[in-house]
């Protein structure tokens, strides 16, 4: 079973930076896009950003420009760095394998106004 763990995250004042990383347990990584998803307080869960296996970012709207998605696929890792956070981006990050359709826990993002 494919295992995912994500890390990183914690409290930021707004305007701060936070980089999650995401481990994955097995060489699937490597041909998966991977993709990060946030879930904030009484709110569905929002795609973020996604990755194809050959590094080809997408972002949503609300991100572009602050948010970076990032793999290292010999470390089977898949990374968020998050700059000029608000407290609008406080929410529960996920990573996802969308291959093989598998979530990690969670690492919870807060931004203090």
């Known amino acids: 079973q494919v295992r995912l763990a994500e890390s990183g995250g914690g409290l930021v004042q707004a305007g701060g930076s936070l980089t999650l990383s995401c481990a994955a347990s097995e060489n699937s990584f490597r041909i998966s896009t991977m993709a990060w998803y946030r879930q904030a307080p009484d709110k569905d869960r929002e795609l973020v950003a996604t990755i194809t296996r050959e590094g080809l970012p997408n972002y949503v709207d609300s991100v572009r420009g602050r948010f970076t998605i990032s793999r290292d696929n010999y470390k089977n890792t898949l990374y968020l760095q998050m700059n000029s956070l608000s407290p609008e981006d406080t929410a529960i990050y996920y990573c996802?394998?969308?291959?093989?359709?598998?979530w990690g826990q969670g690492t919870q993002v807060t931004v203090s106004s």
């Open positions: 996802k394998n969308v291959l093989l359709g598998f």
